[in-house]
């Protein structure tokens, strides 16, 4: 079953095929609550971030769980307009205490620029945050380290300064928007995509070529998606606080038959090529 795959970081660090999304989730009862859920429906890999403010509620809720912690993948963020080393060390602290879970699986930098100022050449501060973090891996404290929203002109100077490739690039991918420069560079690198707004905030369910293959396969189009984006080797991270879409997000059991995949892979919505932001 899906929820029990895994793929494998460059650094042989396993990680589950399918993780929880948080972004949006309100801290408190809403977090703790949808978490809590995920955890009990079979989720190994949850994912969350310091911006999202929710992660003393997603760290209760994994502790609650009674889920043995080496059982589950945890991965959380540096905040995207944090660009100096001990900035990087201090929110990863803060993300450790609120988060109370030992250690954390993943940690990426949550974008190349501030989300106040998207496009800023943030490569200086990107690379200080990157040398903590790597600290902080050798240290023991991660897993694996990575970044997120960076496209190959954020990553080549991080490991040219370092000599160390991200484990994980986390971005904005679904049908119809796939980021292919940056898909294909981190495919050619060993880095693992992650594919956040795998449904595309909903935009695509009622696409007529999504809608048809659902048909075709009898199941619902949220679930087409998920399963595109395992087919393309990434790694989707949806997101819901209902508890039928938590489980049904996690049935992925089918796969795309070829034909299939190249209709989806034309699908494309030019109003979907919004600004990223996760």
Same mark, same amino acid.
């Given at each position: 079953?899906?929820?029990?795959?895994?793929?494998?970081?460059?650094?042989?660090?396993?990680?589950?095929?399918?993780?929880?999304?948080?972004?949006?989730?309100?801290?408190?009862?809403?977090?703790?609550?949808?978490?809590?859920?995920?955890?009990?429906?079979?989720?190994?890999?949850?994912?969350?971030?310091?911006?999202?403010?929710?992660?003393?509620?997603?760290?209760?809720?994994?502790?609650?769980?009674?889920?043995?912690?080496?059982?589950?993948?945890?991965?959380?963020?540096?905040?995207?307009?944090?660009?100096?080393?001990?900035?990087?060390?201090?929110?990863?602290?803060?993300?450790?205490?609120?988060?109370?879970?030992?250690?954390?699986?993943?940690?990426?930098?949550?974008?190349?620029?501030?989300?106040?100022?998207?496009? $800023?050449?943030?490569?200086?501060?990107?690379? +200080?945050?990157? !040398?903590?973090?790597?600290?902080?891996? &050798?240290?023991? =404290?991660? /897993?694996?380290?990575?970044?997120?929203?960076?496209?190959?002109?954020?990553?080549?100077?991080?490991?040219?300064?370092?000599?160390?490739?991200?484990?994980?690039?986390?971005?904005?991918?679904?049908?119809?928007?796939?980021?292919?420069?940056?898909?294909?560079?981190?495919?050619?690198?060993?880095?693992?995509?992650?594919?956040?707004?795998?449904?595309?905030?909903?935009?695509?369910?009622?696409?007529?070529?999504?809608?048809?293959?659902?048909?075709?396969?009898?199941?619902?189009?949220?679930?087409?998606?998920?399963?595109?984006?395992?087919?393309?080797?990434?790694?989707?991270?949806?997101?819901?606080?209902?508890?039928?879409?938590?489980?049904?997000?996690? $049935?992925?059991?089918?796969?795309?038959?070829? +034909?299939?995949? !190249?209709?989806?892979?034309?699908?494309? &919505?030019?109003? =979907?090529? /919004?600004?990223?932001?996760?």
């Amino acid at each position: 079953m899906i929820k029990d795959e895994c793929y494998v970081l460059s650094n042989g660090v396993k990680i589950p095929k399918i993780a929880f999304g948080t972004w949006q989730v309100k801290p408190g009862d809403e977090a703790y609550n949808s978490v809590s859920m995920a955890l009990k429906l079979g989720y190994k890999h949850i994912d969350t971030a310091l911006a999202y403010e929710n992660e003393e509620s997603v760290g209760k809720a994994i502790k609650d769980s009674k889920i043995k912690r080496e059982e589950l993948f945890i991965t959380t963020k540096l905040p995207s307009h944090i660009k100096t080393y001990e900035g990087a060390k201090e929110a990863f602290m803060t993300s450790l205490k609120y988060l109370d879970c030992g250690y954390i699986d993943l940690y990426l930098i949550h974008a190349p620029w501030p989300w106040s100022n998207v496009g $800023e050449d943030c490569t200086k501060g990107n690379i +200080e945050a990157w !040398k903590a973090m790597i600290e902080l891996y &050798n240290e023991g =404290l991660i /897993r694996a380290i990575g970044v997120s929203n960076f496209r190959p002109e954020h990553i080549k100077p991080l490991v040219e300064a370092t000599g160390f490739v991200p484990h994980a690039d986390q971005i904005r991918f679904f049908i119809g928007n796939t980021q292919d420069e940056v898909y294909n560079y981190c495919k050619e690198n060993n880095i693992l995509v992650e594919a956040y707004s795998p449904l595309a905030t909903g935009n695509i369910l009622n696409s007529p070529e999504i809608l048809k293959i659902a048909e075709k396969y009898n199941v619902t189009p949220a679930k087409i998606a998920i399963r595109y984006c395992l087919e393309k080797g990434t790694l989707p991270l949806p997101k819901s606080t209902h508890e039928e879409r938590i489980k049904a997000n996690l $049935e992925i059991d089918f796969e795309l038959k070829e +034909e299939d995949i !190249k209709i989806l892979d034309k699908v494309h &919505n030019p109003e =979907l090529d /919004r600004k990223f932001r996760s």
